[in-house]
């Protein structure tokens, strides 16, 4: 169902507030550059830090704005199964297509217990779900035998696989076949996922070069290796420069020196040090971005 570059956008600040100009912005030019779908409320638009009403509004906004164009697929994923229930009747409610819901954090459930969250927000809400895995992030690992599981729900739909294992997402596709979408969860492994039968990604990358992601993806689809890899290749030290801090430090940084937003962050996130933004300066330098 959802195939292509998603870009996880982030969510601009202005003064303390959710800078509603600059999402519109953002959201007109990610589309108008190939964009094949836009994902709200995820890890990169720091959802950790939004309150129930700015997340709502959030995903209300980008609904309003797309207009159909592209699916949204809203973050709507808590460590608290009501709580993600309540985020994605909402979403359901705003118009997304589909919601991405991160495996449960902090209280580090068991594959059982992970199943039966996942089953119980499916239960609830009748809407297209994209299950998340990050161990990196949540400390629980979603094993692919769980989502192989998960897939005879008819609504579960995908699955974006940021274990940083290409062999992970070998196993997720060979055992659940075309019952569930792999999307790479790493923007660095875009292509070796694909490889292994991914069908595209959830990329933060894409804030910063919405066209070349979509290309890399849609050039592998073509069966186009050698151009895939070429891009690959091309991105790959915007790949690196883009995790050298925590993400969304640097993307925010990034987009800031390319004039697309105040790159504000909320705390416990804050401003990248010295040294890494001049890094990070002159990939974007070297890339032709600023």
């Known amino acids: 169902m959802f195939t292509g570059s998603f870009v996880a956008i982030v969510t601009p600040f202005r003064k303390g507030k959710v800078d509603e100009r600059a999402l519109a912005e953002l959201i007109e030019w990610q589309i108008g550059k190939g964009t094949n779908g836009i994902v709200p409320c995820g890890t990169t638009g720091e959802s950790a830090t939004l309150s129930h009403e700015e997340h709502n509004r959030v995903i209300e906004l980008t609904v309003k704005v797309v207009n159909r164009r592209v699916p949204v697929i809203a973050g709507t994923g808590s460590n608290s199964t009501d709580e993600a ?3 994605t009747k909402h979403a359901k409610q705003a118009g997304v ?18 199943y039966r969250h996942y089953k119980a927000v499916a239960e609830a809400v009748d809407l297209p779900l994209v299950l998340y895995n990050i161990p990196g992030r949540t400390g629980v690992n979603m094993l692919p035998a769980t989502i192989a599981r998960l897939s005879a729900i008819q609504t579960i739909v995908g699955v974006k696989e940021g274990s940083g294992s290409v062999q992970q997402a070998s196993d ?5 076949g075309d019952r569930v979408t792999v999307l790479a969860g790493d923007d ?16 933060v990358t894409a804030n910063v070069v919405p066209t070349e992601m979509t290309d890399l993806v849609k050039a592998f689809a073509d069966g186009k290796i050698d151009e895939a890899r070429r891009i690959h290749f091309k991105l790959s030290p915007l790949f690196a420069a883009l995790f050298y801090e925590t993400n969304p430090i640097p993307v925010k940084e990034a987009l800031g020196m ?13 401003p990248m040090a010295q040294d890494t933004r001049e890094k990070l300066s002159r990939v974007m330098k070297d890339m032709g971005l600023i």
């Open 97 to 114: 297509d589909g919601a991405l819901l991160i495996t449960p954090y902090y209280n580090k459930p068991t594959q059982e217990g992970l």
């Open 85 to 87: 229930i309540a985020l």
């Open 188 to 203: 660095s492994l875009t292509l070796p996922m694909m490889a292994v039968g991914a069908k595209g990604v959830i990329t």
């Open 258 to 270: 390319m004039g697309k937003i105040d790159p504000e962050l909320r705390l416990p996130l804050c």
């Open 172 to 176: 997720v596709v060979q055992m659940c």
